[in-house]
């Protein structure tokens, strides 16, 4: 049975499991219901939100989230009581060098 459904999905003449990562042959057709579908997302608008009313705050967490698996619980902590204590400007270009570096990767 399950062999005959991988023979249904590899049908030529079923082009919506065929081609499962494009919805249409017009590519702005495809960039709209991409950014549809993102937009519209509860998660997505929340973290929009976040970036809008808190952008140093946001940042904070992306970096921080990206270097926790990273580093050592002790490590961590140290981390983020050193950003804790630097002001505003300071642990905005520290986080901006920290996040231009973890992307860089």
């Known amino acids: ?42 998660s997505y608008s929340l973290a929009i939100d976040r970036n809008r009313k ?18 050592s619980r002790d490590r961590f902590v140290q981390l983020q009581n050193d950003l804790s204590s630097l002001c505003a400007l300071d642990r905005h270009d520290c986080l901006q060098e920290m996040w231009s570096k973890l992307n860089a990767r």
């Open 54 to 71: 808190n952008p140093l705050d946001e940042l904070q967490r992306r970096v921080l989230k990206k270097l926790q698996p990273k580093l």
């Open 1 to 42: 049975m399950s062999e005959r459904k991988n023979i249904i999905a590899r049908s030529p003449h079923n082009k919506i499991l065929d081609n499962r990562s494009t919805y249409s042959a017009n590519k702005q057709i495809n960039s709209l219901i991409k950014n549809l579908a993102k937009k519209t997302s509860y």
